[in-house]
């Protein structure tokens, strides 16, 4: 059974950083690819950043700079650091993998 949780969301003011964890399990998740996304009300879920087995890194435009993904594989955990957090960055977070296994999303909130 896939298991992908979550954690790390919160409110934050503008500028401030989170650092959000996806804890995998009932997956080979070294040679896993992993992702996270994220929908924000009203919009569409769109990818924030990707992270191959072998640790090649993708990332939406809208947050080079700011993001990094990273992984651990001796604790089959995933990692996104948010820097420079920004008002329209506020979304439900959510870890992905596999094409079809989602977590349960975990909320970012930043205010102005």
């Known amino acids: 059974q896939v298991r992908l949780v979550e954690s790390g969301g919160g409110l934050v003011q503008a500028g401030g950083s989170l650092r959000l964890s996806c804890a995998a399990s009932?997956?080979?998740?070294?040679?896993?690819?992993m992702a996270w996304y994220r929908q924000a009300p009203g919009t569409q879920r769109e990818l924030v950043a990707g992270i191959t087995s072998d640790g090649r890194t993708t990332y939406a435009n809208s947050v080079k700079g700011r993001f990094t993904i990273s992984r651990d594989n001796t604790k089959n955990t995933m990692y996104l650091q948010m820097n420079s957090l920004k008002p329209e960055d506020t979304a439900v977070y959510y870890c992905h993998t596999g094409l079809v296994y989602w977590g349960q999303g975990t909320q970012v909130t930043v205010s102005s």
């Open positions: 009932g997956i080979s998740f070294s040679s896993s690819t």
